[in-house]
């Protein structure tokens, strides 16, 4: 079989190549990043028959045109950024047949900031410590460490020689994206710094998303939550959602190109579950955070999966990536 | 110091420190905090690199990452398989590492340094606020065998310690947008190595031709948390004779 080769005709506003992330070498300095909104990458990877960590593409708000040399199968799932080919819009959540010489197209946002594309059998780039994920400011990973440009060519793994059934996810576990969002968060680990009214604080108003957000973070307005006292506070490890108060007060939300460390107290952290509504998020658009804990927050994502499990089960690792 | 080679950064391994315990903190629902102390000191940053180990080697499925700082690990994973309580209740098992017995730090590592110039510009004012000459200086960072407490902010980026009081110049006030690959800076009482171009504020007073990360080869990072640094002084010469050596063996 001829391999599929993806041709950019314009790159988007910002298109990377995203696995579920490259663990195993935080203890080197390596951040994590991955796709912001797991749960879109995965269903688009289950519905082109993919494992779920195979390389797709994140679009972001603007999306890019390709052209197809070879048929592939193929699926979109996350924001609506108006995809069509010829002409013609397409569905999302559901796999699609290209043929080649298709040209996909994307228009404007019309829910959400970020898309998924999977193409059956996964993006071919190298694996940089175990991961295909693009880390922009470090230049790692993805297409040469960087977001797609006009004339790059990707090329798609050789697809498994099952045949594809069309697959499309059913309407309840399609999540739908607001413009203002309740995001449920574990309080802690340093929520014991700041003074009992700052969890009240942080609960009681709404956070707005600046324009100074992006893969790594986003830089949150609305009441500053302030320190206790000065106190020293010694540079540990961070993770996503990790909600950072620096000493200016304002909220910063790690998102999945963060750095492996900081030095700023941590007075909560997003529950996995709620991620992927915060990854949709852009510029002007609202957070309320809402407490809840640890037991919830885990039954929540256990809940999350086993209803997409049902609805579309994990392909099995039969052949090794 | 009578001795040939003064190591003022070597454990004492008589003392132990006051309490010998770790305490977990959640850090969100995939991740726990194990912590060792709140201080950069070199016997709780050993336990935390022995704990890391011990962590490792029980080879538990679903278990992302497991990240040693200065003074805690980090341990990421799977929520999907663990419960944040079992993960707790196992890691709680674990033998407590204790600050006697365990090896004070791994190998060594020599680091060539071309100190100020256009490689260190802010040696000087380094010099000026240590009250010493910028040789003085120079000898004075290069006396110390520094631990690797940790990597973090870029790839393979080493926050070595402790620096002499002395040398404790705080960071920049405002960063520099660009630092060059190489860079050695100082930052209150760590000093640590710029291992590709990104922006930083820590005072730049050298420059080392060593890459200290190649992500393409099979042992991409130089440095491990809990390993042993030594800095040493190169002229001109020898600098662009390594950096040389050094881009062809990349070639």
Known sequence: MNPIRIHVAKPGWLSTVQDLGRYGYQQYGVPVAGAMDHYAAIVANRLVGNRDNAAVLELTLKGPELEFEGDAHIAITGADLSPTIGGKRIPLWESIEVSSGSRLCFGTAQRGTRSYLAISGGIDVPLIHGSRSTHCASETGGFEGRPLRRGDVLLIASRSREVLNSKRLSDQLIPCYEKSVTIRFIPGPQHNLFPATALTTLTSTSYTVTPESNRMGYRLTGPRIVRKGPGHFISDCTTMGALQVPADGHLILLMADRQTTGGYPKIGCVITADLPLAAQLAPGDTISFSPTTMAKAQATLREQRTLLDAALPQRRNFHKD | ?251
């Open chain 2, 1 to 251: 110091m009578a001795s040939p080679k003064p190591r003022p950064n070597r454990l004492r391994r008589t003392r132990r420190t006051p309490k010998e315990s770790f305490r977990l903190v959640p850090l969100g629902d995939s991740a726990v905090t194990v912590e060792f102390g709140d201080d950069i000191d070199p016997r709780i940053n050993a336990r935390v690199v022995t704990f890391a180990n011990t962590v490792v080697t029980q080879r538990w499925k679903g278990i992302l990452d497991v990240v040693p700082t200065h003074r805690s690990v980090t341990v990421y994973f799977d929520a999907l398989h663990w419960k944040s309580s079992t993960l707790a209740s196992r890691l709680k098992k674990l033998p407590c590492p204790s600050s006697t017995g365990i090896s004070p730090g791994g190998s060594l590592h020599s680091i060539p340094v071309l100190y100020g110039g256009e490689w260190g510009p802010d040696l000087t004012d380094l010099a000026a606020f240590a009250g010493l000459t910028p040789t003085e200086t120079i000898l004075l960072h290069t006396s110390v065998r520094y631990r690797v407490y940790m990597l973090g902010f870029s790839p393979g980026f080493p926050y070595l310690g402790l620096v002499p009081e002395r040398l404790a110049m705080p960071r920049l006030s405002t960063p520099r947008t660009k630092v060059p690959a190489g860079s050695v800076g100082i930052a209150d009482r760590q000093t640590g190595i710029y291992p590709s171009s990104t922006p930083g504020g820590w005072r730049l007073i050298g420059r080392t031709p060593i890459p200290l990360y190649r992500k393409t080869d099979s042992n991409p990072f130089l440095l491990k948390p809990g390993e042993l640094v030594r800095f040493h002084s190169i002229d001109r010469d020898t600098f662009d004779r390594l950096a040389g050596e050094y881009a062809r063996a990349n070639d």
